[in-house]
C-alpha cells in the first residue's frame, strides 16, 4: 500500500501534466482568449525545443508556464497566491519522490525560459 504522503506527491504532478495543460488550452480557445492560448501554445513549443537540449522535470516547467499565464489571465491576487502555493506544493512533492536536484532547477529553468519566451512573442501572432 502507498502510503498517503506519496499519493499526494504523485497527484499534485498532475498539475503539470500534458492533460491538464491541455484542458487549460482549450478553455481558453472555448472562451476565445485567443492572447493567453497563444502565450501557451508558444511556451509548449519553446519547451519542446529546450527540453531537447536541457534535461529537466517537464511537470515542474509546465506547472510554472501554466502558473505565471493563468496568474496574468486571472489578475487576481487570491487566484496568484493559490496558484503559488500548488506551484511549491509541486516542487516539495518532487524533492519528496527522490527527482534529482538538478533535475528540478533544469525544470524550473525549462519553465522560466519557456515562459519568457511565450509571454514574449505572442504579441507578435496577435497584431
Do not use: H
Request: no cysteine; glycine share 6%; aromatic share 14%.
Amino acid at each position: 500500500m502507498v502510503g498517503w504522503k506519496k499519493e499526494i506527491a504523485r497527484d499534485s504532478l498532475a498539475l503539470g501534466s500534458i492533460l491538464f495543460y491541455a484542458i487549460v488550452i482549450i478553455r481558453a480557445i472555448v472562451g476565445e482568449y485567443l492572447p493567453f492560448v497563444y502565450q501557451l501554445v508558444i511556451a509548449i513549443i519553446v519547451l519542446f525545443l529546450l527540453s531537447r537540449v536541457i534535461k529537466g522535470d517537464q511537470y515542474l516547467a509546465r506547472g510554472i508556464i501554466l502558473f505565471v499565464f493563468t496568474s496574468l489571465f486571472y489578475n487576481d491576487k487570491m487566484f496568484t497566491i493559490f496558484a503559488f502555493t500548488l506551484l511549491v506544493i509541486l516542487i516539495v512533492s518532487l524533492n519528496y519522490l527522490k527527482v534529482k536536484r538538478n533535475v528540478i532547477l533544469n525544470g524550473l529553468l525549462l519553465g522560466i525560459i519557456s515562459t519568457v519566451i511565450g509571454y514574449y512573442l505572442s504579441p507578435l501572432l496577435i497584431e
